[in-house]
């Protein structure tokens, strides 16, 4: 991280019934002095108030790649949030799978070692399954930091009304105030 500019977070948005919220994580984001881009999963992109969010960041949502020599839409990442991530996108992740630009980015984050939180947003059905567990678990060997985020009833609509999409800056708060530090010394 430079020394003369904010920290740049790199928001994940994944195909969940909640992505429409991404704006409230945006905006907290922008208090703690965050500047922030955001990369959507192809399925995303159709929940989302497009529009508004470049708006509200100053930057293009990024879903599919660049083409050779075009510039980068987006300064380097700092950090990453991942919310909400999906069944889909934790265990793909976790098993190294990018067949899209966000995996692609989720993935290529573990060899600089950009730090990562995500805040899972999945059924009961989808969470029982053994892969979730797994993959949450070689998550957090990988050194993702993951949200708390219980999951849904299935079939329930979701659990809106209680997903905390800031629980990614509360996991990456103690990060970047080190990052902070490290360039004050």
Not at 123 to 141: G, Q, V
Request: hydrophobic residues 45%; glycine residues 8%; aromatic residues 6%.
């Amino acid at each position: 991280m430079s020394e003369h500019r904010a920290p740049f977070l790199y928001i994940v948005v994944c195909a969940a019934g909640v992505a429409d919220g991404v704006s409230e994580l945006i905006s907290a984001a922008h208090k703690e002095g965050w500047r922030v881009g955001v990369i959507a999963t192809p399925n995303a992109l159709a929940l989302m108030d497009q529009e508004a969010i470049e708006a509200l960041t100053g930057y293009p949502i990024r879903s599919g790649w660049r083409t050779p020599g075009a510039p980068k839409p987006l300064p380097p990442a700092d950090a990453i949030a991942v919310a909400p991530a999906t069944f889909n996108t934790v265990n793909k992740r976790a098993a190294g799978i990018s067949d899209t630009l966000a995996l692609a980015v989720l993935c290529e984050a573990y060899g600089p070692g950009i730090p990562m939180a995500m805040q899972p947003y999945v059924n009961s059905a989808l969470a029982a399954h053994p892969a979730y567990a797994e993959s949450l678990a070689r998550l957090r060997s990988m050194g993702v930091m993951i949200g708390d985020f219980a999951p849904h009833e299935a079939n329930s609509g979701g659990a809106r009304a209680t997903y905390n999409w800031i629980s990614v800056l509360d996991l990456l708060r103690p990060v970047i105030q080190a990052m902070r530090s490290g360039l004050s010394t």
